[in-house]
């Protein structure tokens, strides 16, 4: 059962809890309720709806909960619009933005208010977290999984709270411009002071490009002063039917496109056209990312898009595409057309005997070698995902069952 609020011990830190959401009112009641049952009063929720075609707004009203407070769009807008929104009706000292399809682990405000005040205000607390695929989500794992984000590099082994040393985080950023992924970027990572959202304004809103996330957590990488590590998993994220998750392992980015509904700026668009190539959209979202970066940030830091991975990247996914039988022709031909010379010196061969074999190659081996040229790019570091065992219909299942604290020590 929830705490009520009123029963709960007076606290001087008030958190923010960003929930933007559109259409999946089920997912969004999961959500809502874990911040709810959590040990710890001063909180409120933002529910931004997206012009939604449920009534949420009912849902939040027969709540009865002062703390949860609700807003609609006049139209369906980007995701990035949608998130700022949230951020702008906001004002607890500490934010995070939650998906409607993620949760909040026990404990969270607790933890994190006593963390705040032992390691005095750090300016954004980046945690662990758990990974969890609904039942009937993910190809090949009817059952879904919960699986723990505690051996990605950033976390170091740890197995208590650190300091992120300023040149550790730099050279995240630089990894992220050279489009390999050497932290997370989801927001649902970052505890973000309201003092560093603050001092973020006069480079614009605080989410940027077609991948705010993307954008975000690497400014916040650059601009913090001072970041605090947590190694326990203190949050979910969920891949649900209805996630943008769902669209990209199932094949159908196109859709997941649709559904975050977030177009580049016109200008940034002509700026990049020689640059962008055929191939995964997410690749090209996360090269407008960097991209808006430099632009804040590279007057007075060192730091520059490489185009030519990017390119590289988006070349081999098309050849894997091929390999692994998907819909990629047309973006074969228009590559094709689009490659520069010194590319097709460095990889026209061995793409072109990929081509052969995607003609020849029996349909059971293709995926396999589809994955192993993919990974030849180096954009996605193989780090194990060590699975929670147990059996979760639901994220609230995760949340009931699962204890963060215990789990975190021992699987560090």
Not at 63 to 81: K, M
Not at 370 to 381: F, Y
Request: proline share 5%; with cysteine.
């Amino acid at each position: 059962m929830p705490i009520p609020w009123f029963f709960g011990k007076s606290h001087d830190m008030k958190f923010s809890v960003l929930l933007p959401t559109r259409n999946r009112l089920d997912l969004l009641s999961r959500a809502i309720e874990t911040v709810r049952r959590q040990n710890y009063d001063d909180w409120e929720i933002i529910v931004s709806d997206n012009f939604s075609e449920e009534d949420v707004g009912e849902y939040i009203q027969s709540l009865g909960d002062f703390r949860i407070r609700y807003f609609r769009t006049d139209q369906f807008i980007p995701v990035t619009d949608n998130w700022n929104n949230a951020l702008d009706k906001s004002n607890g000292d500490y934010i995070i933005m939650l998906g409607d399809d993620d949760c909040l682990m026990k404990g969270y405000f607790s933890t994190l208010s006593n963390l705040i005040e032992k390691f005095d205000s750090p300016e954004f607390v980046y945690t662990s977290a758990f990974l969890y695929a609904y039942p009937g989500v993910m190809p090949g794992i009817p059952d879904g999984f919960l699986r723990t984000y505690n051996k990605r590099m950033i976390f170091q082994s740890a197995s208590e709270p650190f300091w992120l040393e300023k040149n550790r985080a730099m050279e995240f950023v630089k990894d992220s411009m050279n489009f390999r992924v050497a932290f997370d970027f989801n927001m649902q990572f970052s505890l973000v002071s309201r003092k560093l959202i603050e001092k973020m304004k006069r480079y614009g809103t605080f989410y940027q490009s077609p991948y705010p996330d993307y954008y975000a957590s690497n400014a916040m990488m650059l601009k913090a002063g001072r970041i605090l590590i947590v190694p326990q998993p203190l949050v979910t994220i969920g891949i649900s039917p209805k996630s943008f998750g769902y669209y990209y392992f199932n094949d159908a980015e196109s859709d997941g496109n649709q559904f975050l509904n977030n177009i580049p700026e016109i200008d940034m668009v002509n700026r990049l056209k020689k640059v962008v190539l055929p191939g995964i959209a997410m690749n090209t979202s996360w090269l407008i990312s960097m991209e808006t970066l430099a632009v804040n940030f590279g007057g007075e830091l060192d730091i520059k898009v490489n185009y030519d991975r990017y390119r590289r990247i988006q070349i081999f996914s098309i050849y894997a595409g091929l390999l692994a039988g998907s819909s990629a022709g047309k973006a074969y031909h228009l590559l094709r057309k689009k490659m520069h010379l010194n590319e097709w010196l460095r990889y026209g061969f061995v793409l072109s005997f990929i081509a052969v074999l995607a003609r020849i190659v029996p349909k059971r081996y293709r995926f396999h070698l589809a994955s192993r040229v993919q990974a030849t790019t180096g954009s996605h570091l193989a780090n194990p995902m060590p699975e929670v065992v147990g059996n979760f219909h639901t994220i609230l299942d995760v949340f009931e069952k699962v204890d963060p604290e215990s789990y975190a020590v021992k699987n560090v």
